[in-house]
């Protein structure tokens, strides 16, 4: 069904109509909603694929996953949901995975799959050491360090002095640029 005529039209106006509804989704997302859309029309009817694009309308279907993206997020903002907690700013834990990223990008060849799960790996296990560190059940689990946080903290600072660097944009966009990167849309 994706490589017919059809359903590229159906995706190019489905995303007109979400743009001149100030939406912005992945063509992806779109795709897969028109494609789930006419299969179950063709189904329900008892019709051919083919059949069932004189149903499709682009104005509807941009309506109702604008309409779903609202009720998204506002469901998720009632419960505190979608926000991620950030650390603060300075936060060396942060700091070190960002500072990470130039070097990963360089050890991968560009691998930007490996730089990402190499960054969500890097950020979860931060997490949950943060979160250890307020765990009675934890105690004597990771050694002499043991759970002080503003403790592991210092160090990770006594060992990387000007770690608030990293967070200076141009400053790492810099060493992403020195590892012979650079991000562009295409």
Known sequence: MRNTKAFKEAVAQTLAELAHRGVTLAPSTVEDTIEKNISTVAERLGI????????????????????????????????????????????????????????????????????????????????????????????GSRGPAGHDWEARMRTITEMQPHISKWFDRDVWTRAVNDAGYTVTRH
């Open 48 to 139: 051919q694929v083919r059949s069932a694009w004189r149903y499709f309308d682009a104005k509807a279907t941009a309506d109702r996953l604008a309409h779903s993206l609202d009720s998204y997020e506002e469901s998720s903002s009632e419960k505190g949901v979608g926000q991620a907690p950030m650390p603060p700013i300075d936060n060396p834990e942060l700091a070190l995975v960002l500072a990470g990223v130039p070097d990963s990008l360089a050890q991968t060849g560009g691998d930007l799959y490996a730089v990402i799960v190499n960054v969500a790996v890097n950020a979860w296990m931060a997490g949950h050491i943060h979160g250890e560190d307020c765990c009675a059940g934890c105690d």
